[in-house]
């Protein structure tokens, strides 16, 4: 699969590329067009502090390589591929060391949130870098039934959020089923973020909820500048050119490395509603 060229096609119209030099130049074409980027080197779930490493190393270029082209970037990060798996306190050291030279570079580190058996780990490790260098935030899923108040307590907190709708397979007694409860429960944790968050990243391609983020931030009188929405590379160019257009801020999640195939496979496996998502947009350019 990774080598065929059906394969190729549908990794370039969704993943950079293999290196980082792929997502650099993806990178600065996309600020072109006044959109922002987080970059994402996929594989996580390493299986040794040695793999572990190697990302933390690969990052910190890349976190270099950003302040050094001026790029209008940051970077995405998911703890499983800082060794989480392994030792906790390993994983710690080697984001720190991402997040501290983040700080020098007046950049910032987006930990990602995986499944919920990280959620809480995630948080304690936000929460204390946090406090400790500024330049971290993190990422809340609306289909988890604890999400308002870890979102009420990040507020609170001033730490970023990027709030985005879940993708990991969960039980019913951890997170809401039915795509309608998810989507109801997005716009709500949404409109507490706008209100009351620091910064908020709202991360959808659903154009009704995207409308109602207009529409509740033009009834506060919220500027365009106080929060961003956030999009998939690959996914809904024109909506992406439309925010833009319209003087909404955007920032598009760009990964790039080799391990795209599992990337996709574990996300269509996890929620198969996803293969029509992505056969839907990859009609519609």
Known sequence: METSALARRLAARFVAGDTFADGLEAGRRINRENIAVTFD???????????????????LRVIEEISHHHVDANVSIKLTQFGMDISETACRANVEQ?????????????????????TERTLRMVNDLHAQYETVGTVIQAYLRRSEKDIETLCRQGIRVRLCKGAYLEPAE??????????????HLMRILLAAGTYPA???????????AKDFAGARNLSR???????????????????????????LYVPFGKAWYPYFMRRLAERPANVLFLARHLLRG
């Open 225 to 251: 500048d106080s929060f961003e929405f956030q999009m998939l590379y690959g996914i809904r160019r024109d909506l992406q050119r439309r925010l833009v257009a319209e003087g909404y801020r955007l920032r």
């Open 174 to 187: 951890v997170a809401f089923q039915a795509k309608s409860d998810v989507d109801r429960n997005f716009v």
């Open 202 to 212: 709202i991360a959808t391609h659903d154009e009704k909820i995207i409308q109602t």
């Open 98 to 118: 991402l997040v501290r030279r983040a700080r020098d570079r007046n950049g910032f580190v987006r930990i990602d949130m995986e499944s919920s058996e990280y």
């Open 41 to 59: 080197r996929l594989g996580e779930s390493v299986t040794s502090l040695a793999e572990a490493e190697a990302a933390r190393d690969e990052y």
